[in-house]
C-alpha cells in the first residue's frame, strides 16, 4: 500500500509531521510519497535529510496512491481536490491551518489518526461537488469544486446584474456585488458570512446567496441539486470575476454560465469518533459563555 501526502509550502507544514507520518508508515510497511513542491521545501528550509518519494501531478499520485493526507487547512483541502480528482481516493485532513471544517483532525492527533487509518476505523463521507459549464478556458478540465461557485464583480466597479434561471424558469435578476452558489460542504465557508444558512453535508441542495445585494428583501434560497442554474452577467465592465472555491478566473459580460452537480463525489475520511455536529460546534464555539 502507499499513502500520499499533500501540503502547502508554508512554515506551518514543518518536516516533524512529514518525519512522524514516514516513521507510522514504515512501521506498518506502508510506502510514503510527498507532494515534490512541499517536500523540495521541507528540504530546503527545515533541513529534511529523510529521501523519500514524491509526486508532481494528479497522474502520478492517482496511479499509486490509496489514501492521500492532506497537511493544513481548509484551502489546503480544497486544493486536494483538483489533485485527487475523480479518482475516488479517500482523503485524510489534518488540520495545521486555522479553522478546519474540513480538515478536521487536530495536528496533535496525527499518531492517532495515523493508527484509525491503518486499522480502518473509519467511514467514507461521500461530498457532493458542483460543476461549471459554459466558461470557456476558465478551469480546463477541473471545472468542479467542493465548496462554491462565485460571481463577483469586478474590482471596486459598480454592481452588476445576474439573470438567474432554475432550469429554464426566470427566478430573479440580482443587483448586487455577486453571488455564490454553494454546496452543503460550503454552507459553512464563504456562503455562511453572507448570511446563509448552514447544511448537513449530505443534503441533496444548493444555496444561492447573493452578496450585498442592492435589494435588502433578496435572501438566500436553497433549491435541490438536481437542477440546472443558469446565469447571464451585464454591468458597466466588460468583464466580471468567477471563481470555483480558491481558483478565479475573468469573463466576458453577456456570457452564459450553467451549474450543475457534478456526476462524482469526492471522499472525505470520517475517522471513528467524529461527526459534522461535533466539528460544528467546536469550530463555531456554539455553546460556550465567554462572559466569564
Known sequence: MTIGVYARSTKDNHSGYIEQIENYLKSE????????PYYNFLRTNFGLKTELKTFSTSEELISKAYY?????????ML?????????????????????????SVNKDDL????????????????????????????????????????????????MINIDTYIDGIFLNTYFADGLIVSTPTGSTAYSLSCGGPIMMPDSDNFIITPIAPHNLTVRPIVIPNNREIR????????????????RSSQV???????????????NLINLEGQNFFTTLRNKMMWGLDHRH
Open 252 to 266: 466576458p459580460t453577456g456570457s452564459e454560465i450553467r451549474i450543475r452537480k457534478a456526476n462524482f463525489r469526492i
Open 68 to 76: 492521500l493526507i492532506c497537511l493544513g487547512g481548509d484551502g489546503t
Open 79 to 103: 486544493e486536494a481536490v483538483t489533485v485527487v480528482r475523480k479518482s475516488g481516493i479517500p482523503v485524510l485532513g489534518v488540520n495545521t491551518g486555522r479553522l478546519g471544517f474540513l480538515s
Open 231 to 246: 446565469f447571464s452577467v451585464t454591468g458597466r465592465n466588460d468583464d466580471f470575476n468567477v471563481s470555483l472555491d480558491s
Open 29 to 36: 510497511d506502508v510506502d510514503l510519497i510527498v507532494y515534490e
Open 111 to 158: 499518531h492517532k489518526a495515523l493508527k484509525l487509518l491503518m486499522h480502518e476505523k473509519f467511514t467514507l463521507d461521500k461530498r457532493e461537488l458542483i460543476e461549471i459549464t459554459g466558461c470557456s478556458g476558465c478551469f480546463e478540465e477541473v471545472n468542479y469544486g467542493l465548496n462554491e461557485f462565485t460571481i463577483h464583480k469586478k474590482d471596486s466597479s459598480s
